[in-house]
């Protein structure tokens, strides 16, 4: 697995406890799902703006996620939508973005027309974009800075092996070729993530589970931490206090960028 050093630096969230924190609160669960969605803005945006983090991963939807209420999805799927329009406004343009995952299980999902002529007012496009996994595809780019922003969407570890394996077999490999890079290369991100850093998972409890979180990329030098609130609950403020207490350990200079 590759190395962490300071040129890639990968700071990965699981942020876990939106419904407990809807529940605490006297809240619906989609409540909880909008609320953190807002958090989630304010850490992406502080993460390129005050720090050295090159690659942050963050766990947005599940393949499992699929097995919650329809009413539930549907919600969600709306908040997802909001939150993906606005990354451009806090995402800095010369920043990568790019999604994980089966994005088939988004397809289904069709957006009204009011809300399919804000997409286009707000992306600036003259295409319709009528599903979410449309928006997604539509808002990925490939960045100029060396940096990136990943969404898992729909992503099951299980079934990104799967696939690769299926491609694997078909391959028509050179003699002394790399065959773990190769192998590498057919997974969703092509590879091109180096390992984890630094994991941060909220929830309070079952910190230790990750749910399958690119476990190919959990390496002898990642750390894990698991601040004791819910996801809701995370600030900047927060977030840049358990990111300095570890930057020393990326073998470079406390501070930022």
């Not at 994980?100 to 988004?106: A, M, P, R, T």
Request: proline share 5%; hydrophobic share 35%.
């Amino acid at each position: 697995m590759n190395s962490i050093s300071p040129q890639n630096i990968h700071v990965g969230i699981v942020p876990d406890g939106n419904r407990r924190w809807a529940k605490e609160n006297g809240k619906m669960p989609w409540d909880g799902h909008q609320r953190g969605t807002e958090v989630m803005g304010d850490i992406v945006k502080y993460v390129f703006s005050e720090t050295d983090i090159q690659y942050l991963t963050v766990f947005a939807f599940s393949f499992d996620n699929q097995k919650r209420s329809e009413e539930e999805k549907r919600h969600l799927f709306e908040i997802m939508a909001e939150a993906a329009i606005k990354t451009r406004e806090y995402v800095p343009p010369e920043v990568g973005i790019s999604f994980l995952g089966d994005l088939s299980l988004f397809e289904g999902h069709s957006f009204e027309r009011s809300f399919r002529r804000k997409i286009q007012r707000e992306l600036g496009t003259k295409k319709e974009v009528a599903t979410l996994r449309q928006l997604f595809e539509s808002i990925a780019r490939p960045g100029e800075s060396g940096r990136y922003l990943t969404l898992l969407a729909g992503y099951d570890p299980k079934r990104e092996e799967a696939e690769a394996l299926d491609q694997f077999y078909d391959l028509e490999l050179m003699e002394g070729e790399d065959l773990c890079r190769r192998f590498k290369s057919l997974m969703y991100d092509g590879g091109r993530l180096p390992d984890f850093s630094l994991i941060l998972r909220t929830g309070k409890d079952d910190n230790n589970r990750l749910s399958g979180f690119l476990p190919r990329l959990i390496g002898k030098n990642t750390y894990f931490e698991a601040p004791q609130i819910y996801w809701p609950d995370m600030t900047p403020d927060k977030f840049g206090g358990i990111y300095m207490d570890y930057r020393p350990k990326f073998g470079a200079e406390r501070g930022g960028r």
